[in-house]
Nanobody, 129 residues
């Protein structure tokens, strides 16, 4: 089992920045695929960014077009933590943000869209105009 706990959400003005964290515990390794998704009210869950293991502590990063150039995904394996740095935020970024992990769908042959086996509880991000 893998447990994911997100934090760092909150209220930010348009143009501002936030950094989300996702602490990973349990049966996890640095080879696991990890990702961030979000879900706004009345909308489907949306893929944002993913890390796919290439080898050693090297990862390939995937981004949705909606966040490319504004959001950065990265992980600190020593702290077992996944991050999402969000810059130049827009009101349409308002959503509940989730981190996800897969211990099975790993490596460059895996799809960054999933499937993911484990999900966090979510953290609310609200961007005011």
């Amino acid at each position: 089992q893998v447990q994911l706990v997100e934090s760092g959400g909150g209220l930010v003005q348009a143009g501002g920045s936030l950094r989300l964290s996702c602490v990973v515990s349990g049966r996890t390794s640095n080879r696991d695929s990890m990702a961030w998704f979000r879900q706004a009210p009345g909308k489907e869950r949306e893929f944002l960014a993913a890390l796919r293991w290439v080898g050693s502590n090297t990862y390939y990063k995937d981004y949705a077009d909606s966040v490319k150039g504004r959001f950065t995904i990265y992980r600190d394996n020593a702290k077992n933590t996944l991050y999402l740095q969000m810059n130049t935020q827009k009101p349409e970024d308002t959503a509940v943000y989730y981190c996800a992990a897969s211990t099975q769908n790993i490596g460059l042959l895996a799809s960054p869209l999933g499937p993911y086996d484990y999900w966090g509880q979510g953290t609310q991000v609200t961007v005011s105009s």
